[in-house]
């Protein structure tokens, strides 16, 4: 099974955190879903290697997201993207609207 997140929710959404320097909004759904199910979670990293040519990693973030504090994951998830983007910015989609509820 796959769950994908976005971070761009609503404004009011409870958990907020730095990302790439602004304080945005995130969803906390993944982490919720992971620990009610005792589900472990990774970070999928894809890397373009050549033109044309990638690589993909599946980086464990926990698997016993039940024995973590709440947050815990969504922050490493951050913090995952956030390496990914800054060792490479090009290939990340600067043109979606990421920050539209950022409160700074």
């Known amino acids: 099974n796959c769950l994908m997140s976005d971070q761009s929710p609503r404004a009011d959404y409870k958990y907020r955190a730095q990302f790439l320097g602004k304080d945005v909004p995130f969803f ?3 982490e919720a879903y992971a620990k009610k199910y005792n ?5 999928g990293r894809v890397r373009k ?3 044309s040519k990638y690589t ?8 016993h997201p ?3 504090e709440e947050g815990w994951i969504t922050a ?3 913090r ?9 910015p090009e290939h990340y989609l600067w043109s979606h609207r990421r ?3 950022a409160s700074n």
């Open 49 to 51: 290697v050549a033109r």
């Open 56 to 63: 993909a990693e599946l980086v464990p973030i926990t698997l």
């Open 39 to 43: 589900l472990a979670i990774f970070y």
């Open 76 to 78: 490493e998830y951050i």
């Open 80 to 88: 995952l993207m956030e390496e990914d983007i800054r060792n490479a």
């Open 28 to 30: 906390m759904g993944p």
């Open 66 to 68: 039940q024995e973590t």
């Open 99 to 101: 920050f539209k509820h």
